[in-house]
T-cell receptor, first 112, second 114 residues
């Protein structure tokens, strides 16, 4: 069974641009969560989607948004990129909301 | 709000040494507690969990006991191997049990040498 797949693996953007990251959950998983990992702040919860609806949201500005499609794949978007958005963005899927999380390898975003 | 405090690393041990990584938490109610491990270049993997006081989570020789009285969930292993070298994260979910919304500690890097 394929694991959680995140694309792209690496991304370089400049300040002010926007970026879209993609996450394909494990087959059959309906919940997708996103986390930001930085050396300074550690791992921080961004949001969770279940059945195409955002169920939980962390403490991030509105520049961070996401969505989930009917096949459970999810995208997150960051607009007007700032240097501080440089981070590893991790996606995790679970069978149901609140279930055991399976993490992808992440997308490493560098903002120059 | 909820928070998790882990001992700072890196922790460097020789193979077969005893491992303890301290973790304490602050939370309202009765959170569930987790240990995750991150190997180089990979995402996080759930190592073990405990959902109520005095529960002991165990996996691959690692153990941690949910201590409500000391608000702790220390990770232990009796004999570490080189393959255990990784970053270990302690985490909690809030009392609603929404395990998707986790609060993580800062992580402790473990390096095991021959």
């Amino acid at each position: 069974k394929a694991g959680v797949t995140q694309t792209p693996r690496y991304l370089i953007k400049t300040r002010g641009q926007q970026v879209t990251l993609s996450c394909s959950p494990i087959s059959g998983h309906r919940s997708v969560s996103w986390y930001q990992q930085t050396p300074g702040q550690g791992l921080q919860f961004l949001f969770e989607y279940f059945s195409e609806t955002q169920r939980n949201k962390g403490n991030f500005p509105g520049r961070f948004s996401g969505r989930q499609f009917s096949n459970s794949r999810s995208e997150m978007n960051v607009s007007t990129l700032e240097l501080g958005d440089s981070a590893l963005y991790l996606c995790a899927s679970s069978l149901s909301q609140g279930g055991k999380l399976f993490f992808g390898s992440g997308t490493q975003l560098s903002v120059l | 709000g909820d928070s998790v405090t882990q001992m700072e690393g890196p922790v460097t041990l020789s193979e077969e040494a005893f491992l303890t990584i301290n973790c304490t938490y602050t939370a309202t109610g009765y959170p569930s507690l987790f240990w995750y491990v991150q190997y180089p270049g990979e995402g996080l993997q759930l190592l073990l969990k405990a959902t109520k006081a005095d529960d002991k989570g165990s996996n691959k020789g690692f153990e941690a006991t949910y201590r409500k009285e000391t608000t702790s969930f220390h990770l232990e292993k009796g004999s570490v191997q080189v393959s255990d070298s990784a970053v270990y994260f302690c985490a909690l979910s809030d009392q609603t049990g929404t395990a998707s919304k986790l609060t993580f500690g800062t992580g402790t890097r473990l390096q095991v040498t021959l």
